[in-house]
């Protein structure tokens, strides 16, 4: 009992157990911000490319002739861009999926009936196609929805294409569960998806 009460009056080295305590909640709290920091710029990395992805597929039909449909070959092309503008080294570490939604043309209308919105049917070339089977889009359903009814110059009305592109990079990190949602994180692969009207 004395060696106890002796021990809890003497003073010496504590300062040391509380420097040493303070040094690791610090360097902690360092791993855990230098973790996020790598994880918000990355995150950043794959919006922009997916939504750069996004416009090389809408416009590339005015090179194409008018194309609309999205082959694997556009798919591999794409992840090779995708590379080069996430600057990676290693092709394995980055995947790409485009999910192309057409529509078939809309019947005219009878001037007499009423003025509703013409049925959607989507096109049998409608596909998802992706360089990776581990990188799939965060939202799946309803995407149809967001096709607008355009009009053309010859006065024919038309739904125009969806196209959905996302970009997945395989990542590791410490603290992923308490910084991202559960829509940008799946399966060890950190994504972003941009959605968006063809021509």
């Known amino acids: 009992m004395k060696k106890i009460k002796q021990l809890l009056n003497n003073n010496q080295g504590s300062v040391t157990v509380e ?3 303070i040094f690791f909640l610090f360097s902690v709290l360092l791993i855990f911000l230098v973790d996020v920091a790598i994880l918000q710029s990355t995150t950043g990395k794959l919006q922009r490319t997916s939504y750069s992805l996004l416009n090389v597929v809408k416009e590339r039909n ?3 002739g008018g194309k609309e449909e999205v082959t694997q070959e556009d798919v591999n092309k794409l992840k090779k861009l ?8 290693d092709e394995n570490l980055i995947d790409v999926t485009v ?3 057409g529509f078939e ?4 209308q009878e001037l007499g009936g009423s003025s509703t919105r013409p049925e959607k049917k989507t096109k049998s070339l409608s596909k998802e196609l992706s360089t990776g089977g581990q ?6 359903t309803n995407i149809t929805d967001a096709a ?3 009009e053309n110059f010859k006065g024919s009305n038309r739904y125009a294409a969806i196209y959905y592109v996302t970009v997945c990079r395989k990542m590791t990190n410490l603290f992923k569960g308490l910084t991202l949602a559960k829509q940008d994180y799946e399966s060890g692969r950190l994504r972003a998806s941009a959605l968006g009207v063809g021509r």
């Open 19 to 21: 420097f040493i305590f």
């Open 62 to 64: 005015i090179s194409d």
């Open 82 to 89: 995708a590379v080069k503008l996430m600057g990676e080294t």
């Open 99 to 101: 999910q192309y939604y």
């Open 105 to 108: 043309a809309i019947k005219p």
């Open 135 to 140: 990188c799939k889009a965060a939202y799946s």
């Open 148 to 150: 607008p009814l355009t």
